[in-house]
């Protein structure tokens, strides 16, 4: 029988492949950033839309990006809690936002210095978002950075593209990925998480091929684009709690995860925003061995296979090494 403590999952060594950070700020990371916390937004209740999260993590990424002060205080604690929670590989995703009184080029300066900064044993990485809800001039802005920084600084691995897909334009996004995969960047991709966005799925596979695939909830194993997913071995990044709480799966039993998992593809449990959906990687883990019955084993072997899909090729060996030990 699994051992289902929470504090026996939190043991393992984890490998968080898909997180947001704003999205990973909890409201008590905030509390001291704020003069009066009652301004502070309120998580949304227990019917909330996928529209409804997406705002919520805007009014939230409101307060981070502020002040390089509020954006370091943030960033540092969203690093603590996952290194607490047991993760030794992180990747964590942000768009640069020009705010009131930082530009793009700053806000990603911080972010690299304050992981620089970061003081834990869990190896750090930043994939740089690209927000396809926004304009087409915006997109290009963080693709831009992401070639540049992904030259320049072994911190970025990788690009993202993310953010509300019911504003998203499929051309956009596709010119702006294709012109980052001619460039060379990795590239993790939001795909197939709602019905509106299924018209972009097979062009966004067979096109810009991406390297690792975000939610696919909506790409079934037997489909055209599952098949194509299988015969590519691209990794699916699987937000559990995230999908639950946005009604794109209605039940964890029905969770794709699982289907993926028992035809041996590699998938890797996330958390998406962890602050929002108030859930951590060792509760994605209770959820898969209450729901699945996964061992300890099962899990370790999750993280020790999804090893080789990583972005950074460079720490493949020490987490190698961490898991075998
Ligand atoms: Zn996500």
């Not at 304009?135 to 963080?142: F, K, P, T």
């Not at 690009?159 to 990795?186: I, P, T, W």
């Not at 593809?265 to 958390?271: A, D, E, K, W, Y």
């Not at 019955?293 to 460079?314: E, V």
Request: hydrophobic share 35%.
């Amino acid at each position: 029988m699994a051992d289902l403590e929470l504090s026996s999952l939190t043991r393992i060594p984890k490998i968080e492949l898909h997180a947001h950070l704003n999205g990973c700020v909890r409201l008590s990371h905030l509390q001291d950033l704020v003069e009066d916390s009652s301004t502070l937004p309120s998580r949304p209740g227990a019917n909330a839309t996928p529209r409804q999260y997406f705002q919520f993590m805007s009014a939230v990424g409101h307060v981070t990006g502020s002040s390089p002060h509020n954006l370091r205080v943030v960033l540092r604690r969203v690093l603590e809690d996952f290194e607490a929670d047991g993760v030794v590989y992180l990747e964590l995703r942000s768009s640069p936002k020009h705010t009131g009184s930082m530009s793009k080029v700053e806000y990603v300066e911080t972010i690299l210095e304050t992981m620089c900064e970061y003081q834990g044993e869990m190896v750090v990485r930043y994939l740089v978002s690209v927000d396809q809800s926004k304009s087409l001039a915006e997109m290009n802005e963080n693709a831009d950075l992401a070639i540049h920084y992904a030259a320049t600084s072994p911190l970025v691995v990788g690009l993202d593209l993310c953010g509300d897909f019911y504003s998203a334009s499929k051309e956009h996004s596709m010119a702006v990925l294709q012109r980052c995969k001619n460039a060379g960047l990795k590239i993790a991709c939001h795909i197939a998480e709602d019905p509106t966005t299924l018209d972009h799925t097979a062009d966004m596979l067979r096109i810009i091929g991406p390297d690792r695939l975000g939610h696919a909830t909506l790409i079934l194993p037997d489909s055209e684009d599952g098949k194509f997913v299988k015969e590519n071995n691209l990794l699916i990044e699987c937000c559990m709690t995230s999908n639950i709480l946005c009604r794109s799966v209605l039940k964890y039993e029905d969770h794709h995860f699982k289907k993926w998992y028992d035809l041996g593809h590699p998938v890797i449990l996330c958390t998406d925003d962890s602050g929002t959906f108030d859930t951590s990687l060792s509760k994605e883990y209770q959820i898969a061995v209450k729901s699945f019955g996964m061992s300890r084993d099962d899990l370790k072997k999750m993280n020790f296979d999804c090893i080789r899909w990583i972005f950074d090729d460079d720490v493949k060996d020490r987490l190698y090494e961490i898991f075998k030990n």
